[in-house]
């Protein structure tokens, strides 16, 4: 056994420990048909990503998994890996060459993916090295990328099997589209935000009797027009009728007849359908089914045609009048409002607060938009998704989250899988030029909507390879598709993909077969439906089974305030500088001892000083054992050595630390961490090192002391290692042990005949007498140097006996010079007086304390209290405080009002009978 340093340093360990492990390839797993595999795959972190407290909290838990079943004998398997990020990835690099005045069509594709690809081997592995910091004990020999030319197939396999099964398709369908990025994006991808802005009235002159009057001169005159509102003027150019709910007796006359489109002059019918609210505006709506969602279904239910009239960076097209055209669409909003209100059309201006889509990445404003883009037809794969959550082979945890999936896979909808980028899984389709079937929506004028196209006759052909020639014209004029496919068409794949699927040779089959299904994923909510839906959706069509067991659900970390934490709001805690403050056990465990399953994670600096200070409380108590243990007595099996053990003590620490070992395994099965962190601190820090500890340096030479204190450390190191990787390994490789690591010892063995709650409930007594004492002397100020005289009270013999056989305990521990116990004693004159179940304690203070005059003190501070606790309670009663501060604040004050609360309750317990 080597000396421990007198501190603690996280840096030095860390470094050394980590090299160790991955030089002695601990963190590896192949197929071992003798083991039970347990398999987790990282949700892989963008290449673009920096390690920040999400991520944090979403490795560390998966680490203590894989720790934890390692140790449990399982053969487990952390697969490794890294998303290529498309929009991310792009804008990143986007940025970079934009400093040297370029943009990507100056480079044109080939020279700007090679850009991106070298910015990817630059900086694409630096959240791996952050991730290593972190302590990840991933198999990194495994690690994947998804643009790796295997994993590259896989995409390309996938898109073209589904395409053959008509689950894939092109069609002309409204999307969310970015201007800024220039890309289709998901409906998950186009976050909602509530937005001030104004609903337009605008008038629509109705189709003039006469011919007389032209359409482009008509004013305003009463009943020559309709009113209708809307939030965005600038897409009217491209209106294709107007529309009323048929129940709405306010227009049934007007239902059939035609208006004049303003300032474009065409004709446009006014039609009824059930979709329109006639609550909102005037109850009559325009319909551009090339800018809205809801306009698009009614236009296909009415059979119309559409006019797009934006580019794809958000300038107004060709498709609108002269005076329009190439205006960002904001400029071509106050032009049109503008020549509106010359010409009278314009009634009014409200304001108006309403949800608007925004870009994920750039946060731009989403322009919904028609476009030709392919898709997948999820309702098609969403069944068996369905079914191997509703019966239980896919469990979700939190339970709540299996309703939200549910819900969700109700309502499915196409998925836009194509992207407007470069970066990423180019389509594998070629087009025929020569069939000229392909339509390009920003150049044409009006569009018929049709929900499919038909591949073959629009000369278009899934291949991953360029075909040469077209099957249906025989033409060479081909091309291939110039999108790429949406990153998390490659992630959907990963379970499966990253253990080579589909082309696989016989090592490779052992291993997927072997692996797959993986036991759990690891995330977070918002990603349940980009994500975690369209996994289980493709492992239960490729590979025919589920992609994992289970789904554990974490919260979001926020600040102390419950704030979500961003860079703009300046509340972002580095988790790379809270391990070279603290340490990288200490921000493990503290993180996760506030991990409430499913539960936010309310973050401050100062909270992962209790992880710090537990971290050195593990090194002075295993400082203390190792500096006094004789490791020729210690080598000894602890069943064997059983009828040795004779004090309440030793067989007390026994009995809970078996205890704590079944409720932190419990909690680990059932991912309740913080359960699991929380139990064992109690165990290590309040009952091996408070008392155990205390208790054993009167015997500290004795054989059974020795052994149960190296027994208690060792295994404790060990049920400690999942949370706290670094500081048990230094720890455990001092202590006299066979094996490697302590990564891959074994998980400390449950002997349940060591459990004894007759002993506990014994020691519980002691505990509560010495903890009273304690109390007195401290509400007292009775100096720690003073012994003080002590008479225990009680009406059982049992309880009279136990505390006369243990008084030693008593008297080492409460400084007692004094100690009478015995049944209905009497109390003695100035003394403080605790009462506990079984047993009333008195103490004198006459001669230890000026009673007096503390008893005045102790009277004062309980009216300071009492202040603070009344002002404390207006607070709570106050409906504006409820209402407007934030949980964290208001559970942080009623957390104080309790504690005000208990604080006066012993201070006037102290005071009873003086």
Not at 285 to 310: G, S, W, Y
Not at 413 to 436: L, N, V
Not at 642 to 649: D, F, Q, V
Request: net charge positive.
């Amino acid at each position: 056994m080597n000396d421990i340093p007198s501190k603690y340093n996280p840096k030095e360990t860390e470094e050394k420990w980590y090299q160790f492990w991955e030089e002695n390839n601990l963190f590896h797993a192949q197929v071992n048909p003798q083991k039970k595999p347990y398999c987790i795959v990282i949700p892989p972190p963008n290449i673009t990503g920096i390690l920040h407290m999400g991520h944090a909290l979403n490795n560390t838990i998966q680490d203590i998994l894989v720790r934890f079943y390692r140790m449990q004998g399982a053969n487990a398997l952390w697969m490794p890996g890294t998303d290529h990020a498309g929009i991310a990835t792009q804008n990143v690099v986007e940025k970079e060459i934009y400093q040297e005045g370029l943009s990507r069509q100056d480079l044109g594709r080939e020279k700007f993916l090679e850009r991106v690809w070298q910015w990817k081997e630059k900086y694409g592995s630096t959240i791996i090295t952050q991730l290593k910091k972190l302590g990840c004990c991933c198999d990194w020999v495994r690690t994947r990328f998804t643009m790796d030319e295997q994993y590259s197939t896989s995409v390309s396999e996938v898109f073209i099997q589904l395409a053959q099964q008509d689950l894939i398709y092109k069609a002309n369908y409204i999307i969310n589209w970015c201007p800024r990025c220039q890309t289709a994006l998901s409906d998950e991808e186009s976050q909602h935000k509530e937005v001030s802005g104004k609903l337009y009235y605008i008038k629509y002159p109705l189709k003039p009797v006469s011919q007389a009057e032209p359409a482009d001169q008509l004013t305003s005159r009463p009943a020559d027009y309709i009113i209708v509102a809307t939030t965005r003027p600038e897409t009217m150019l491209g209106d294709q009728a107007l529309a009323v709910n048929p129940r709405d007796k306010r227009y049934k006359k007007l239902i059939g007849q035609s208006v004049i489109l303003p300032l474009v002059n065409e004709e446009i019918p006014l039609i009824a359908d059930s979709a329109v609210d006639p609550k909102f505006g005037t109850g009559i709506v325009k319909v551009t089914p090339a800018h809205d969602p809801n306009d698009f279904e009614i236009a296909q239910r009415h059979k119309l045609t559409a006019k797009v009239v934006m580019n794809p960076d958000g300038t107004m097209s060709q498709n609108v009048p002269l005076d329009y055209r190439e205006l960002d669409r904001f400029e071509a909003r106050e032009a049109i409002l503008e020549d509106l209100q010359e010409r009278g059309l314009l009634e009014k201006v409200e304001q108006h607060l309403h949800s608007v889509g925004h870009c994920y990445r750039c946060h731009t404003m989403v322009e919904p938009y028609l476009s030709e883009q392919w898709f997948v037809d999820l309702p098609k794969l969403g069944k068996q998704a369905t079914d191997v959550v509703t019966k239980g082979k896919i469990r979700f945890y939190p339970q709540r989250w299996r309703k939200v999936y549910l819900n969700w896979m109700k309502n499915l909808r196409g998925w836009c899988i194509s992207r407007q980028i470069w970066w990423g899984h180019r389509i594998p389709a070629w087009y025929c030029i020569d069939c000229k079937k392909t339509y390009d929506f920003f150049r044409q004028g009006k569009v018929l909507l049709s929900e499919k196209i038909n591949l073959l006759e629009a000369g278009i052909i899934v291949a991953e390879q360029n075909p040469n020639f077209c099957p249906k014209c025989g033409g060479t004029n081909i091309r291939q598709d110039e999108d790429v496919l949406d990153t998390w068409f490659s992630s959907w794949l990963w379970p499966f993909a990253t253990f080579g699927w589909p082309v696989l040779d016989k090592e490779e089959k052992q291993e997927l077969n072997y692996f797959y299904p993986t036991d759990v994923l690891v995330t977070a909510q918002e990603i349940i439906f980009f994500w975690v839906a369209r996994m289980i959706m493709a492992g239960m069509y490729f590979m025919k089974e589920i992609p994992f067991r289970d789904v554990y659900i974490h919260g979001t970390v926020r600040d102390i305030t419950g704030t979500k934490m961003s860079k703009s709001l300046g509340n972002i805690i580095d988790p790379l500088e809270i391990i070279t403050q603290y340490g990288c056990d200490a921000l493990r465990f503290s993180i996760i001892s506030l991990v409430a399953t499913g539960q936010d994670v309310f973050l401050s600096r100062e909270r992962f000083e209790s992880g710090r200070n537990f971290a050195n409380k593990i090194w002075n108590a295993s400082r203390f054992i190792l500096s006094n243990l004789d490791k020729q007595k210690v080598g000894v099996d602890l069943c064997l050595f059983a009828n040795s053990i004779t004090e309440l003590k030793d067989k007390w620490i026994l009995s809970r630390f078996y205890q704590t070992l079944d409720s932190v395994t419990k909690a680990l099965k059932n991912y309740r961490f913080n359960d699991a962190a929380k139990t064992a601190y109690e165990f290590f820090w309040h009952e091996f090192c408070d008392w155990y500890i205390e208790l054993a340096k009167k015997t500290i030479s004795s054989d059974p002391t020795q052994v149960i204190l190296y027994k208690m450390l060792e295994k404790s190191l060990r049920m400690l290692h999942p949370v706290m990787p670094f500081i048990t390994e230094e720890l455990w490789q001092n202590l006299p042990h066979a094996g490697k690591s302590i990564m891959v010892s074994n998980w400390p063995h449950l002997q349940k005949q060591f459990i004894d709650k007759k002993i506990d409930r014994q020691m519980e007594l002691i505990i509560s007498c010495i903890t009273a004492i304690r109390n007195i002397r401290s509400v007292w100020e009775i100096s720690p140097a003073a012994k003080v005289k002590v008479k225990i009270s009680t009406g059982k013999a049992a309880v009279e006996k136990l505390l006369k056989s243990h008084s030693a305990y008593l008297q080492d521990l409460a400084k007692i010079e004094d100690l009478e116990i015995g049944q209905n004693l009497k109390r003695p004159k100035s003394s403080a007086v605790a009462v506990i179940p079984n047993a009333e304690i008195f103490v004198c203070l006459a001669g230890a304390i000026d009673v007096e005059k503390e008893a005045a003190r102790l009277k004062q501070k309980i009216k300071d209290l009492e202040n603070i606790l009344r002002n404390s309670a207006k607070k709570l009663n106050n409906k504006q405080f409820l209402t407007r501060a934030p949980e964290a604040v208001i559970r942080q004050t009623k957390e104080k009002n309790a504690q005000l609360k208990e604080s006066i309750r012993k201070l006037k317990d102290n005071l009873k009978g003086f």
